[in-house]
């Protein structure tokens, strides 16, 4: 089994590693290779109790108005068992197995089998085929990018619906919150499992798996970097991007549409959550091309952490404010308002920008100007596991001069808006902002502890000439 001979030379490789006396080699970047104390406890913890968390959370909202001490409260002081807020929960429902089999099925449907027609008429968009970046075996992927244009088809049907054929109420998706979750949740599992059987024995690229030889890890972070069924199916495309991301925009309509059904009115904070979460989706499925450039795509491998995180962890916990206002109709007064919409364009200004320049920078190979001026930058090589030698640039002007996360910054600008968009009454909707704050700044030092095991002495060059990661001389 090729699956196997890799496991066997990534043994054989560790055994290498530690004769050599290094730590990591060139050409070894991507997921670890091997599992600290800290990381396994981690993963178990996540694991164990991420669902939980998921689970919690929905439930204060549906039980208990959104707030997050009362259900706590109440099993300390035995006010409530467990049995109680369980036996109030919604169970799987045959409605709910169907919406989402059918939501999952029409976005698959939508994945394979409508090649894009956006880039044809839509000026600057990328769209159609498009290659990802040189995988740690050197495989150079292609992708179908088509994600805007199910965007744009999901959505105006949806609208189609709400506005005259009323096939369904716009309120569906809140109405069956509840059993919709354990439906995502028993797809994010079966993806999460198969990636990982899929990993052993029917590997799509054997050289581009990982295996460290615990299961949690590798059930956790993935085993396989990039699975495939046939050609065009990528689990990591297709799950990262839809089913969740498109029904993000979708949740958040059909919360707007219950508030109208309970209080007549949409309330302004609503809007905003709809507007500045509405340009976060939008970006990124007109940027899909881009994304096949991100962390997600080019360093991780598919397991858990991607599987059952599309599907349960994003749409859930990503659109808490609009769920947080069904239950709290927030009239904000117009200066909050401002507030609000300003620090969300301006946090989504800079991370769009940031972006972009790098983006520009790689795709034209430094050929470009940034900020009106030729780009700085620094050269850097490394290597691929068959040994290969490649060249890149690492940019050190523009956004990307000020820190070397400066995206992240503006992610977090505009994760910020929208939680304030909830006003103070309850620390629910910060969820966001406080999970994002994590993420982000995990993320920084995962990605440049790949970084600097993929480029070596080139990334301490990069390092000592962007000295901050996201806060120009404070982080
Ligand atoms: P980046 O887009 O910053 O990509 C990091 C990679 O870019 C590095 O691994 C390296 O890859 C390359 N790179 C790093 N520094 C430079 C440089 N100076 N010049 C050129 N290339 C460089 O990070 P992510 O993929 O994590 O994030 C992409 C966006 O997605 C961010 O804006 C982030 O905020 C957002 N995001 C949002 C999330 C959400 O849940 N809402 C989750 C995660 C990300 P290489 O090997 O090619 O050199």
Known sequence: MAAHQEKKLAEERKHKTMQNGTKASQGQWGRAWEVDWFSLASILFLLMFAPLIVYYFIMSCAQYQCSLTEPLLDLLTSSKHL??????????????????????????????SIPDFCHKFLPGYVGGVQEGA???????????????QAWIITHVLWFANASFLHFFSPTIIFDNWIPLLWCANILGYAVSTFAMIKGYFFPTNAKDCKFTGNFFYDYMMGIEFNPRIGKWFDFK???????????????????????????????????????????????FFW???????????????????LGWGDCVWLPYLYTLQGLYLVY??????????????????????????TNHQ???????????????????????????????????????????????????????????????ACG????????????????????CVRDEHRCSSKYGKDWDRYTAAVPYRLLPGVF
Not at 87 to 112: D, E, H, K
Not at 375 to 403: H, M, N, R
Not at 424 to 443: A, C, E, K, N, V
């Open 134 to 148: 040189v995988t740690p075996a050197g495989v150079v992927n292609k992708y179908e990018i088509n994600g805007l």
């Open 328 to 353: 709290h109709p927030v009239q904000l007064c117009t200066a909050h308002a401002v507030g609000v919409l300003t620090l969300g364009l301006l946090g989504y200004y800079i991370f769009r920008a």
């Open 83 to 112: 049995s109680d807020i369980w036996n109030r929960t919604p169970m799987l429902t045959c409605r709910a197995a169907g919406i989402y089999s059918l939501w999952v099925t029409f976005q698959v449907v939508l994945y394979m």
């Open 424 to 443: 103070f009454g309850h620390i629910l909707p910060y969820f966001y902002i406080i999970y994002m704050s994590i993420l982000l700044t995990h993320r």
């Open 287 to 305: 940027n899909e091309a881009w994304y096949l450039k991100t962390i997600d795509i080019c360093h991780d491998h598919f397991g858990w952490y």
């Open 358 to 420: 790098k983006d520009l920078f790689r795709r034209t190979n430094g050929a470009c100007r940034i900020w009106g001026k030729r780009p700085q930058y620094i050269e850097c090589s490394y290597t691929s596991v068959d040994g290969a030698k490649y060249y890149s640039k690492l940019l050190t002007s523009g956004f990307w001069g000020w820190a070397r996360h400066f995206n992240y910054t503006g992610d977090l600008m505009g994760s910020l808006a929208y939680c304030l």
């Open 237 to 283: 495309l297709f799950f990262n991007g839809r089913p969740g991301i498109v029904a993000w925009t979708l949740i958040n309509l059909s919360f707007a549409a219950k508030q109208q059904e309970l209080y007549g009115e949409v309330t302004n904070s609503m809007i905003l959550v709809n507007v500045l979460q509405g340009i976060y989706v939008l970006d």
